[in-house]
């Protein structure tokens, strides 16, 4: 067996193999299956799915691989054959799954966003810490490729100065999002174990919008920066090293207890060394709106790009793209080259992804080498909640900000917006290991 030249250094014998679960079989857990295999060591040994509707091709694939329903099923029976488990589910089962995972000794590797509200980064960051020799990865490839190694070097350098702002926008929506109604009941179909698919979430009667359509809906899903802020976010946030804002606020369209709004407009100030007078704000919107008056851009180039970022230095605007393959100094072209030719844009000192563009790849060569991935839980939890923090931004104003204390995990002037740091609704023991601690009740 021949490996890529990003395996070398591991010896891996023709008959070794790191055997892999997947919770999720079908949608985005059939791309996960999909870069997984691109590694020559993985193994499948398990799958669980709920919905039998979806996994016809990952199962006709692999015939003989054991196929359940329930993931706490397969973890108990197949326990001794799982060295990894890959979580590609809605968000709403990534934090259930991960703490079951965890808790029966598992390296992980989880789609973004790692959960679905900011109490469940803190607990899973705990649960990860219980264990350090366990690998753990956020799939967000963004985090696999230069963009932000290149970044946090010219920051290293001072190439672009203090940064006063960074601009952040998504296309997103593109799914049913906003003043939505819970819709009436539908039979459940055949092929769906509807409690299984609902899991830690409350009560609620089947209807396939749920199902179909659940990102924009608060019990499952966490909108668009759930589908993209895991991704366009990483390049300034990493490059920059920035920790938990200070102060938030924002606007956005009419929304409800059951979906979250279909437009945001939301602002976060943090303290950074990087700052001007060691302060910058980062500005993130969705749903078409988009930033205006940006230093050194020209807004017809705002209007006609989605997914991206504007880092706002003292010397140069610096744009990266949703997934931070590149950055580079908007405007100007001959610094650029200039840069380059100085071997400027590639990583010099920041050690490169052994797998560019593959979380999952590289989880499994991190696994097998025995070193943490990059994405690693106690990261990508703290990313997250940056991340997730914009959905509560929508509760403050720019004159009466929500000022954050991430030590005691709430929100000095508004008991209202602390409640969004955790669910809305009590957790179902049932599908938690007891290695969770759950929050006070009312917390």
């Known amino acids: 067996m021949v490996l890529p030249s990003w395996c070398i250094g591991k010896q891996i014998g023709p008959n070794d193999k790191f055997r892999v679960a997947t919770v999720g079989a079908g949608g985005m857990a059939r791309a996960d299956i999909t870069w997984l295999r691109q590694h020559p060591a993985c193994q499948f040994v398990a799958f669980s799915d709920v919905d039998d509707s979806r996994t016809a091709e990952t199962y006709n694939e692999y015939p003989d691989v054991p196929k359940f329903k329930d993931y706490r099923v397969m973890l108990d029976k197949m326990d001794k054959e799982i060295d990894g488990v890959d979580i590609g589910t809605p968000d709403h089962t990534h934090f259930p799954a991960a703490a079951w995972a965890l808790s029966m000794n598992k390296h992980v590797c989880c789609q973004k966003p790692v959960v679905r509200t900011v109490w469940e980064c803190r607990e899973l960051a705990r649960l990860a810490k219980k264990n350090p020799k366990l690998i753990t990865q956020m799939g967000n490839q963004g985090h696999t490729l230069n963009g932000w190694r290149v970044m946090r070097e010219w920051v290293e350098d001072d190439v672009f100065g203090k940064v006063s702002d960074i601009y952040m926008w998504s296309d997103r929506p593109v799914w049913p999002q906003g003043n939505l109604q819970v819709p009436a009941a539908q039979p459940v179909p055949a092929e769906l174990d509807w409690k ?225 740091l955790h669910s809305q609704y009590a957790y179902n023991r049932e599908f938690l290991p007891d290695t969770v601690r759950l929050p006070r009740q009312g917390a």
């Not at 050194?296 to 006609?304: A, P, S, Y």
């Not at 052994?354 to 097998?368: A, V």
């Open 196 to 420: 299984l698919w609902l899991g830690t979430a409350s009560q609620q009667d089947f209807h396939p919008d749920v199902k179909n359509f659940w990102r924009g809906l608060r019990h499952y899903g966490v909108g668009a920066v759930g589908d993209m802020a895991c991704h366009i976010v990483d390049t300034p946030y990493s490059g920059l090293e920035l920790g938990l804002p200070t102060k938030l606020w924002g606007d956005c369209s009419e929304y409800n207890d059951y979906s979250w709004p279909a437009q945001t407009s939301v602002h976060m100030e943090f303290d950074s060394p990087h700052g001007v007078d060691g302060k910058l704000t980062l500005h993130w919107s969705d749903g078409g709106v988009k930033p205006e008056n940006v230093r050194r851009v020209d807004q017809e180039w705002i209007n006609r790009n989605s997914n991206v970022s504007l880092t706002v230095g003292e010397k140069y605007t610096v744009e990266s793209d949703c997934y931070g393959s590149y950055v580079a100094l908007h405007g100007d072209r001959d610094k650029m080259i200039e840069m380059k030719k100085a071997g400027m844009l590639e990583p010099r000192r920041h050690e490169r992804s052994m797998s560019p563009g593959n979380s999952q790849q590289e989880w499994i060569q991190c696994c097998l080498e025995g070193k943490q991935c990059p994405s690693n839980f106690k990261y990508a939890t703290a990313f997250t909640e940056v991340a997730l923090l914009f959905l509560v931004s929508i509760m403050g104003k720019e004159n009466d900000p929500l000022i954050y204390d991430p030590k005691k995990l709430r929100f000095t002037n508004s008991p209202e917006a602390t409640k969004m």
